[in-house]
């Protein structure tokens, strides 16, 4: 029943941006950790960028100064926004959500995955 739903992943040149959104939906009662990861080819998954449902935020040292998380508790939705993109950024990231529902199935929900490709 739960779900996260991204949307936002493409091709840009070097220097450009991008704007991903993951959504959640279902029948939730609270979402703790909000989170982007992303996985280039043949490496492993990496935390990009994590969020708390308090407002505490933290970065990868690749990205800092360059990419921004942020959420609306509200809508039960976390963004990233991806400045100065680079071709080491090309991977496919992904959304994850560690979800309380009202019912059973407490853990943590992962997202589809977005195609972002950096290149000229």
């Known amino acids: 029943q739960v779900q996260l739903v991204e949307s936002g992943g493409g091709l840009v040149q070097p220097g450009g941006s991008l704007r991903l959104s993951c959504a959640a939906s279902?029948?939730?009662?609270?979402?703790?950790?909000m989170d982007w990861y992303r996985q280039a080819p043949e490496n492993d998954r990496d935390l990009v960028a994590a969020?708390?449902?308090?407002?505490?935020?933290t970065y990868a040292d690749s990205v800092k100064g360059r990419f921004t998380v942020s959420r609306d508790n509200a809508k039960n939705t976390v963004y990233l926004q991806m400045n100065s993109l680079q071709p080491e950024d090309t991977a496919v990231y992904y959304c994850?959500?560690?979800?309380?529902?009202?019912?059973?199935?407490?853990?943590?929900?992962w997202g589809q995955g977005t195609q972002v490709t950096v290149s000229s």
């Open positions: 279902g029948n939730i009662l609270e979402i703790d950790a």
């Open positions: 969020t708390t449902s308090d407002g505490s935020t």
């Open positions: 994850r959500a560690f979800i309380i529902p009202l019912g059973p199935g407490v853990g943590d929900y």
